[in-house]
């Protein structure tokens, strides 16, 4: 008697060979479901009852996962190009007030001084305590915009914000002003959020333009900071240093909430995949897709576990990531040269007489750096967009030559501040020569922040936010940490020419620093086949043809990602596979292919058979 195996269908049968082949194609997809729903084909390509019966077979009725491949022409890196730099333009400003606020209330120290009978040294904690909680409170935000999404959780920052304004604004002591200002600073998102923004709607080889202009806000917010706040401390009560903060902010996030749209790619397959389930029903043609957080149960997705994995992803990053630590390094100790040459600009500009309101208005000129700066970075853009285009599979191309233009502007740190070391001694040297110091500094320190932040923001992806908390993180924490011994180090090093030799000491630890960013160009990749976050990003892009994913599997306590199916899904459910350029819902390639392979297979074999 013949086994099984042996019995071989009767070619004129259809139906037997259809199913036959059907019930094959089943065993050899490792992902079909076990158990098939009995129900109306969920994507409407079925044409007949027999088909319906085939695609069952075929497991069609699992729960496929939408990919970014199903949808890109719905998410944030297909929107138009005005609808990108209206978002882009709101979060310019949003980024504006967030820096706008760690800077402003230096001119208020002097009148909570007086009013609460401390030392000027002692009202600088309010300042040295927001930059410090600032720091944290970018890596706690920074992970929950990629879980949650951005706009949510921008707009929770900017209200609690906002909301911890008022009662330093009528502090009726010293301490209420010292909590709520760390309060204030621990609720802000920062520049990690605004900059993931980004990443969700420029491809990694399109995104340098958009990233100069939020590195642009950031260093900008800083800047406007002073120069308003001279005017501010010179004619007004130093309550409205904090009043004149919290309508800015209120207006701005009243401005983003009603502009600014979801841009997180993950929440944005959510939303999709739903209006694709109601449109279906409505239709009469059920769909049977899900986005990638519907697949897990929110026991799963906000654990206890998970919560504390998400919170810790970015100093992870930061301690285990050679090109976040690396980079982020660079770039905090940088900004902490600044912050505290800055701290002595009341010193210097006394020595001519400036008014309060000049010596804000001296802040200008960095202003200028970074305008320059700025502009100096286009050119620059377009070479590294023709390697990118010459050599679109090298790493070198694609990585290291954003900070090509670095090598040049980096040595403006020290040149800068060795020229502004030695003409800040006052009178008979003009002042305009510490001007254009400043000017020459502000030049660096943009570069510096752009470069290493365009870099890590390709390099990362869609957890540009954690990667880019720890620069952010960096900058704010050491810049926070040097506020109070700023002041004293000015005026106690080196005798009559303390000034001069405070920013000499500046000037030549800057020099290491440069030194610093030669050797990241050159180990670069070294650094990158270090970090295994990075390499597995690559890994991805590549098996998707150089675009963007919006998660990775495994590490950091990330979800399954558009690429393939991981351990902890919800049951029954699989991932959508398609062609490249071809329209349709998830899985509606691979439903067309699986019929018509049956389909082709059979007609061959009644063909061969005279049928």
């Not at 719905?74 to 990108?84: D, R, V």
Request: charged share 20%; aromatic share 12%; proline share 5%.
């Amino acid at each position: 008697m013949a086994s099984a195996a042996e019995v071989k269908p009767n070619i004129h049968d259809s139906d037997t060979v259809l199913k036959t082949e059907a019930a094959d194609a089943e065993k050899k997809d490792s992902t079909s479901s076990h158990e098939p729903h009995h129900a109306e084909d969920p994507t409407g390509l079925a044409t007949s009852e027999e088909d319906r019966k085939h695609f069952e077979k075929y497991g069609t009725y699992d729960r496929y996962e939408i990919t970014e491949e199903d949808c890109y022409d719905e998410l944030g890196f297909s929107f138009p190009t005005w609808k990108k730099w209206t978002i882009l333009s709101i979060i310019f400003l949003v980024q504006v007030s967030m820096n706008f606020n760690t800077s402003l209330y230096s001119n208020a120290i002097t009148g909570i001084s007086k009013e609460f009978g401390v030392s000027a040294q002692a009202a600088r904690v309010g300042a040295a305590v927001f930059l410090i909680t600032y720091a944290f409170g970018c890596e706690l935000w920074a992970p929950w915009s990629e879980e949650l999404g951005r706009w949510p959780i921008l707009q929770l920052s900017l209200f609690f914000v906002n909301i911890w304004q008022i009662p330093v604004g009528i502090a009726p002591n010293f301490a209420t002003i010292i909590v709520c200002r760390a309060l204030g600073g621990l609720s802000t998102a920062g520049g990690s959020v605004t900059l993931a923004m980004v990443a969700d709607m420029w491809e990694a080889q399109d995104q340098q333009y958009a990233v100069a202009f939020i590195v642009f806000s950031s260093v900008g917010g800083s800047v406007l900071g002073p120069i308003v706040g001279g005017f501010v401390e010179q004619f007004l009560a130093w309550r409205w240093n904090i009043w004149i903060q919290l309508i800015f902010g209120g207006a701005v996030q009243l401005l983003h909430a009603a502009v600014v749209p979801e841009t997180r790619t993950t929440v944005l397959l959510d939303r999709i995949a739903k209006k694709r389930r109601t449109e279906g029903e409505k239709n009469g043609k059920p769909v049977n897709i899900w986005g990638p957080n519907e697949l897990k149960t929110f026991k799963e997705r906000f654990s206890a576990r998970e919560i504390l994995i998400t919170w810790v992803r970015p100093f992870r990053m930061f301690l285990t990531e050679p090109i976040v630590l690396v980079l982020s390094l660079l770039s905090g100790f940088s900004d902490a040269l600044i912050f505290m040459f800055l701290q002595s600009y009341a010193l210097v500009y006394e020595q001519w007489d400036f008014a309060v309101f000049a010596i804000g208005l001296a802040f200008i000129p960095i202003g200028i750096g970074y305008v320059l700066a700025w502009f100096s970075f286009f050119p620059a853009i377009k070479r590294n967009e023709r390697l990118r285009r010459e050599r679109p599979g090298d790493e070198q191309a694609n990585y290291e030559a954003r900070l090509w233009w670095l090598l040049f502007t980096a040595p403006c740190l020290p040149i800068g501040l060795i020229i502004f070391a030695w003409t800040s001694t006052g009178p008979p040297i003009h002042w305009i020569g510490s001007l254009i110091g400043s000017a020459i500094i502000g030049i660096a320190n943009y570069a510096i922040y752009m470069a290493t932040i365009d870099y890590m923001i390709c390099a990362y992806g869609p957890y540009s936010a954690s990667a880019t908390g720890g620069n952010g993180w960096a900058r704010d924490f050491l810049a926070g940490v040097l506020t109070l011994p700023a002041t004293p180090f000015f005026k106690n090093i080196g005798g009559e020419n303390h000034l001069a030799y405070a920013s000499t000491i500046l000037f030549c630890i800057s020099l290491l620093l440069v030194v610093s960013v030669y050797v990241i160009y050159w180990k670069g990749p070294e650094l990158r086949k270090r970090s295994p976050f990075a390499q597995q990003l690559h890994g991805a892009r590549e098996e998707t043809g150089g675009r963007r994913v919006s998660s990775l599997p495994g590490l950091y306590g990330s979800r399954a990602n558009s690429l393939a199916q991981q351990g902890g899904s919800m049951p029954g459910s699989r991932r959508g596979s398609v062609v490249r350029g071809m329209p349709g819902r998830t899985g509606e390639n691979r439903y067309h292919q699986g019929a018509e392979a049956v389909r082709e297979k059979l007609q061959h074999r009644n063909s061969a058979a005279g049928v």
